[in-house]
């Protein structure tokens, strides 16, 4: 972003670039947040009414909806499908002053038919890269773009994630977040 453009983007919002910074990614951290615990309202909370969420992985989700009220119903959908959804590592996530990246395995359980291609039961083991486009804290444009592998059991499922981690990565952050929520 140029230095105009910067000063533009800070004099429509409220508060310094760190401001904005902080009020992105507690967004991001409040949508994970939202996913881990399956809240559909909550998740919708944090999008603006013209949003856009798109996964163009042709051998993934392959989805593109716009616009809120397209995107409750998609959610749902999806939510209803998964269980036990945690983020297990966090390899990395930055913010600027319009845009969230975050870098993270996830696992879940197939809960019904209608969205994964596995059968209902099989534990998933995912990458996920998000990029999200932040507009006064709430997200404009979510780009998923997931890779997955079903695991035979809980066992080869916990293998995949301890597999996993190398690098530089954040253990346990959902549970770290969750913790400052009952503090704050």
């Not at 969420?53 to 959610?75: D, I, S, T």
């Not at 507009?135 to 916990?158: N, Q, Y």
Request: proline residues 4%.
């Amino acid at each position: 972003m140029t230095t105009a453009a910067k000063d533009d983007y800070s004099a429509k919002t409220e508060g310094s670039q760190e401001d904005i910074v902080a009020r992105n990614l507690a967004g991001v951290e409040d949508h994970f947040h939202a996913e881990d615990s399956g809240s559909v309202d909550q998740a919708m909370e944090l999008f603006t009414d013209d949003c856009v969420w798109e996964a163009p992985n042709p051998m993934g989700l392959h989805q593109r909806v716009e616009g809120k009220k397209a995107l409750r119903p998609f959610y749902e959908k999806l939510f209803s499908t998964m269980k036990d959804v945690i983020f297990q590592i966090c390899y990395e996530r930055f913010a600027t002053v319009d845009r969230v990246v975050d870098d993270s395995v996830c696992t879940f359980e197939v809960a019904a038919d209608g969205t994964w291609p596995y059968p209902v039961g099989t534990q998933v083991f995912m990458r996920i890269v998000h990029v999200f486009d932040m507009r006064d804290g709430k997200i404009a444009k979510e780009k998923v773009f997931e890779m997955r592998k079903p695991a035979s059991s809980h066992e080869e499922l916990t293998q995949m994630v301890e597999e996993a981690k190398v690098g530089c990565w954040m253990p346990g952050r959902m549970n770290e977040m969750a913790k400052s929520r009952v503090k704050s």
